[in-house]
């Protein structure tokens, strides 16, 4: 296998001279004098395996069952498996149950750590068909506006031209989400059915569920490239004769809610769903989706959330389509408040180009992150891959690629890192030199609270208010120049910020309305900001809109997008003292932590070439660098009082750690 030069430093063994972030195998080195605790110490040097990747198993193998199998799993650095019965006559066949029991049981006996998948393939919610075949009547709806009708308003299976007949595993209908009923079924048919069969390792070995991209349905999210569909599997047939409409999700007792809720009738309101700009119409679409993102938020999550907290187990998993604000509303509702019922809320990154992140990457990582954070919890998961270079013939992704994707998703807040990559494609020295990489930035950072004191408006009030179903393929330029702009407005700042090495989190206007002000600064929970970025062209729902007020007449930073003035982020830069370069540096992600008093600095080259730079640090001269490649621990190179020199060779990091807070 041909190698990216970094990597072979890491497989022979040779030390870099390009500064205190290289790569290396072998044992880490901390020098005596480095003083840091005992414990964290301790981790450092010996990873226990809650700090390392999860690799994703669909359907373990019988040679693949064994004690000794597993430990060669942990040998090559993974700390467990994310793992189902079999996909072959799912959930029905005892011959794939016994298996899955004795892959647990082996993971038990090796230490290994067991993640549950929830379906046969994705998105979850089917169980492999069987929600369906219990009860027809269980299938997602589209309420769909065909106007060249006399009544132009159709009520039709969620199926065709939707991600349920549109995905790369298989052409499947799908199950309703928010309907109560619906879900039941899922739960009784795959999770009580899992802990029936695996009841002593649940809140042992196994600590969480994975569901994988559920969503709504009812959008239309474009045709698969035909060189893919001649290779999907077919299970329900798709009618050529189903052309694609303007379509909304749609529940039977959602007339009655959004009455008990808003007081008005919905079937006489729904035209406002498709069409008209009357402050009325945009006020039923903002009422609707809002009740519908409460609906799934409640009626899925949250009910998977409350069985596994029952029974000893983390929720976990992603959503579908992060990246792209326009597809919010239409498959999620709302994404921040839905990932926030999960216990582990997480991202799907299917790219492994380090600099994804200065795109879109940042995107799918703050929302999974900023639920986390802003509901109290620490841990967030990533499905990561190299599917997109795959797909490209561009693969395999490098190490260096993997190391570099690792650390800049850590820089965001990451935690559990679930793993698509093919260890066939790799060395086992390759894939132990990742699971160390990935083992040592949790020793460091996992305990710690990430430390973002910005805040970034998620607009999603004003998308819905924007948002129109269309009959073809959803994009952003099918949508109002509004929307564009709102759209445009907030990517581009958390584009900027990304670039700027500014830490920062999203919150929507439930989230903002139910925030305190604490002196200058704009607290939601425990976790307290000093400043608010507004996009463009927001209009902030009364209750948040005050808070904000209420936040800016004591003093608090807010920061709003004017269309033709660009924002200085010089101000919000200034809020951090550790961490910004002294020269700006694009290529640099920086994420921010605290723990026992003590600052931390994850700092990622994501580029293509070197980075030589200083970064600000108070005390300089009593910080730690800490190279996660290789192990290694010394004090920071400085030259000037409040600055720490960094050489950087591309697609590497180190973590700084500063002195303890007396």
């Known amino acids: 296998m041909k190698l990216a030069a970094n990597a072979v430093v890491i497989l022979l063994g040779v030390v870099s001279a390009q500064g205190p972030c290289f790569a290396v195998q072998g044992q880490p080195q901390v020098p005596p004098g480095v003083d840091l605790p005992a414990s964290w110490l301790a981790d450092w040097r010996d990873l226990p395996v809650q700090f390392r990747p999860l690799q994703i198993v669909h359907g373990v193998p019988e040679q693949q069952v064994t004690f000794e199998a597993m430990m060669g799993l942990k040998d090559l650095g993974l700390g467990g498996i994310v793992c189902n019965v079999a996909f072959a006559d799912y959930l029905r066949s005892e011959e794939s149950w016994e298996v899955l029991v004795r892959a647990v049981e082996s993971c038990s006996q090796a230490g290994l750590r067991v993640w549950i998948y929830d379906e046969d393939g994705y998105p979850s919610g089917a169980a492999g068909g069987l929600v369906l075949a219990e009860n027809a009547g269980f299938e997602a709806l589209a309420l769909a506006y065909d106007p060249c009708r006399a009544d132009p308003?159709?009520?039709?299976?969620?199926?065709?031209?939707?991600?349920?007949?549109?995905?790369?595993?298989?052409?499947?209908?799908?199950?309703?989400?928010?309907?109560?009923?619906?879900?039941?079924?899922?739960?009784?048919?795959?999770?009580?059915?899992?802990?029936?069969?695996?009841?002593?390792?649940?809140?042992?070995?196994?600590?969480?569920?994975?569901?994988?991209?559920?969503?709504?349905?009812?959008?239309?999210?474009?045709?698969?490239?035909?060189?893919?569909?001649?290779?999907?599997?077919?299970?329900?047939?798709?009618?050529?004769?189903?052309?694609?409409?303007?379509?909304?999700?749609?529940?039977?007792?959602?007339?009655?809610?959004?009455?008990?809720?808003?007081?008005?009738?919905?079937?006489?309101?729904?035209r406002s769903l498709f069409e008209g700009d009357s402050e009325q119409d945009r006020r039923i679409r903002q009422q609707y989706w809002a009740l519908v993102a409460d609906l799934l938020a409640g009626r899925y999550y949250g009910r998977i959330q409350q069985w596994a907290q029952t029974h000893r187990v983390a929720s976990s998993g992603h959503i579908l389509w992060e990246e792209t604000l326009e597809h919010h509303p239409a498959l999620e509702g709302n994404s921040l408040k839905v990932l926030g019922r999960m216990d582990v809320p997480g991202l799907d990154l299917l790219t492994s180009r380090p600099e994804a992140v200065i795109h879109t990457g940042w995107m799918t990582a703050v929302l999974p992150a900023s639920a986390a954070l802003l509901n109290g919890g620490r841990r967030v998961m990533t499905e990561v891959s190299d599917f997109s270079e795959t797909m490209a013939g561009k693969g395999p992704a490098s190490l260096a690629e993997m190391c570099a994707t690792a650390a800049w998703q850590a820089a965001f807040g990451v935690t559990e890192f679930t793993l698509y990559y093919n260890r066939q494609q790799r060395s086992p020295q390759e894939y132990r030199a990742y699971g160390d990489f990935v083992g040592r930035l949790n020793a460091l950072l996992r305990e710690a609270r990430p430390a973002p004191r910005v805040l970034l408006y998620y607009p999603i009030a004003d998308v819905w208010a924007e948002y129109k179903p269309v009959a073809e393929k959803l994009t952003k330029q099918s949508q109002s120049a509004l929307m564009r702009r709102i759209i445009d407005s907030f990517m581009n700042l958390g584009q900027r910020m990304t670039r700027s090495q500014i830490s920062f989190v999203l919150a929507d206007h439930e989230i903002l309305a139910g925030a305190h002000v604490q002196g200058r600064r704009i607290c939601v929970g425990r976790q307290c900001f000093d400043a608010l970025l507004l996009p463009a062209d927001v209009e902030l729902p009364a209750p948040a809109g005050a808070n904000v007020r209420r936040f800016e007449r004591a003093g608090g930073r807010v920061v709003r997008d004017v269309p033709g003035e660009t924002i200085r982020l010089d101000a919000l830069a200034a809020l951090y003292d550790s961490g910004l370069p002294s020269v700006p540096q694009e290529w640099l992600v920086v994420g921010r932590f605290t723990r026992d008093r003590r600052d931390l600095v994850l700092v990622v080259n994501v580029g293509a070439s070197p980075c030589d730079c200083e970064v600000s640090a108070p005390q300089a001269a009593q910080w730690i660098v800490a190279d996660p490649a290789t192990g290694r621990m010394e004090p920071v190179s400085t030259e000037r009082p409040g600055w720490v020199s960094l050489s950087l060779p591309p697609r590497t990091a180190c973590i700084l750690v500063g002195p303890a807070d007396e």
């Not at 002593?200 to 994975?210: D, M, N, S, W």
């Open 153 to 270: 308003f159709v009520l039709r299976p969620a199926y065709e031209h939707t991600h349920a007949s549109n995905n790369y595993y298989a052409a499947r209908r799908y199950p309703n989400l928010i309907d109560p009923a619906a879900v039941e079924c899922f739960v009784r048919t795959t999770h009580d059915v899992y802990y029936e069969r695996l009841k002593p390792f649940f809140g042992t070995t196994i600590e969480a569920l994975f569901t994988d991209e559920p969503s709504l349905m009812a959008v239309n999210i474009g045709p698969l490239p035909d060189e893919v569909r001649s290779k999907v599997r077919v299970v329900d047939r798709l009618d050529p004769n189903v052309s694609p409409l303007p379509s909304v999700p749609w529940v039977a007792d959602l007339p009655d809610l959004y009455r008990r809720c808003y007081g008005q009738d919905l079937l006489a309101a729904r």
